[in-house]
């Protein structure tokens, strides 16, 4: 069983950071793309950031500049630093990981972000 664990969320002020984490385990040796996601309550998931193996990143326009998502790839984790928070980040982010492009996504469990003073 392939397993995500994340870790890293929490209550921020408007303006501050967080980073956020996210290991994957179990019967995954060949990950592609990692990444996360966003969902606010009631809506589709987003995406928010991806990696591939080699460093090439993908972001969405209301993160660019503010958020950087990075890998260790012999530790099988991602993580994304998010700086200068906005109230419109409160969400639940969920990272995910692909073995092939286009291919099935191992979701993680969910961390919550809040964002208010």
């Known amino acids: 069983q392939v397993q995500l664990v994340e870790s890293g969320g929490g209550l921020v002020q408007p303006g501050g950071s967080l980073r956020l984490s996210c290991a994957a385990s179990g019967s995954i040796f060949n990950i592609y793309t990692m990444g996360w996601y966003l969902q606010f309550p009631g809506k589709q998931r987003e995406l928010v950031a991806a990696i591939s193996r080699g460093g090439s990143t993908n972001y969405a326009d209301s993160v660019k500049g503010r958020f950087t998502i990075s890998r260790d790839n012999a530790r099988n984790t991602v993580y994304l630093q998010m700086n200068s928070l906005k109230p419109e980040d409160t969400a639940v982010y969920y990272c995910?990981?692909?073995?092939?492009?286009?291919?099935?996504?191992?979701w993680g469990q969910g961390t919550q972000v809040t964002v208010s003073s």
């Open positions: 995910y990981a692909r073995e092939v492009v286009a291919g099935p996504r191992y």
